[in-house]
């Protein structure tokens, strides 16, 4: 059965849970939308995600850091807590870390599909859309859903969130999110991030390039 974005937009709602994990919990029940949502509660997906805003106020936290043996590159990411009980546990000081050596491997740019520019998706929708077209005749529907499986692989290149965990990569950056919060108990949110490298966006004359 196809998974359509009402669906996952349905369960989300229902749920609290991620559209990665939701469309996962889709496409393993066949679409059954109440069945998903049990097969979540069971992996405690659905409660972690509960806890990650819903109003909390994180104000706690660490900088998690990663510098490279030669000096040359270095990663900084802000990961939020609401206590600092939690943020001094080595479980929360674990995860900050590895997201730091997950960025300063895989290089996102962006934290959250959200945060991508509207401009940004439109023209790599138009990009994908294009390509489609151009690779032989297909009905409508075929070609959004072939752009729609496109533009997932494009979010999955550049948000933090939706991609492969650098040293596992059987798990979404997300899921380990939804499965710290589970563990420690109260919502936790990657807030930013910056990654630097020795002449990336330094101009000739020194100066830092937009």
Known sequence: MAITAQMVKDLRESTGAG???CKKALEVNNGDVAKAADWLREKGIAKAAK????GRTMNDGIIGSYIHHDKRMAV???VNCETDFVARTEKFQEFARNMAIHIA??????????DVPAAEVEAEREIQKNR???EGKKPEAVIEKIVDGRMDKFFEEI??????FVKD??????????????E????IQISRFARFKIGENVSEDGESSE
Not at 51 to 54: I, L, N, P, T
Not at 169 to 182: F, N, P, T, Y
Not at 184 to 187: D, M, P, T, Y
Request: aromatic share 2%.
């Open 19 to 21: 559209p990665l994990d």
């Open 51 to 54: 806890k990650m805003g819903a």
């Open 76 to 78: 900084i990411v802000e």
């Open 105 to 114: 491997n895989l290089t996102p740019k962006y934290v959250r599909r959200e």
């Open 132 to 134: 489609a077209l151009n």
């Open 159 to 164: 948000v933090l969130l939706e991609q492969p």
């Open 169 to 182: 990569d059987s798990k979404k950056i997300s899921q380990m999110l939804s499965e710290a919060v589970a």
């Open 184 to 187: 420690l108990g109260e919502s």
